[in-house]
């Protein structure tokens, strides 16, 4: 079983930084995929960024692309989530879910099979 646990949400202000740790801890498979999703107030959970560790593909939704980076530290177990110039929009709470899809990963909400309890990401002035 895997557990996922993520940190680092708060309050920031509209252009401020802040960088999200998805900690795993169970076995991690070379050809999982870990994703970031959020969730705003009122809004559907949608997906902001994929790494598919087989072969380090990243993805972004267009509304963070050039402002979020997604990377991992394999000696940690640990998924990051660097989100730079965060708007007031960008305010959600935030999830780390894995695919442990067996072939062809996916990285979409229907075929994540393990999810984090989120961390609620803030921006407001």
């Known amino acids: 079983q895997l557990q996922l646990v993520e940190s680092g949400g708060g309050l920031v202000q509209p252009g401020g930084s802040l960088r999200l740790s998805c900690a795993a801890s169970?076995?991690?498979?070379?050809?999982?995929?870990i994703g970031w999703f959020r969730q705003a107030p009122g809004k559907e959970r949608e997906g902001v960024s994929c790494?598919?560790?087989?072969?380090?593909?990243?993805t972004y939704a267009d509304s963070v692309k050039k402002r979020f980076t997604i990377s991992r530290d394999n000696a940690k177990n640990t998924v990051y989530l660097q989100m730079n110039n965060l708007k007031p929009e960008d305010t959600a709470v935030y999830y780390c879910?894995?695919?442990?899809?067996?072939?062809?990963?996916?990285?979409?909400?229907?075929?994540?099979?393990?999810w984090g309890k989120g961390t609620l990401v803030t921006v407001s002035s």
């Open positions: 790494l598919f560790l087989n072969n380090g593909t990243t």
């Open positions: 879910a894995v695919d442990a899809a067996p072939v062809q990963a996916k990285c979409y909400i229907p075929f994540m099979d393990y």
């Open positions: 169970g076995f991690v498979a070379d050809h999982f995929a």
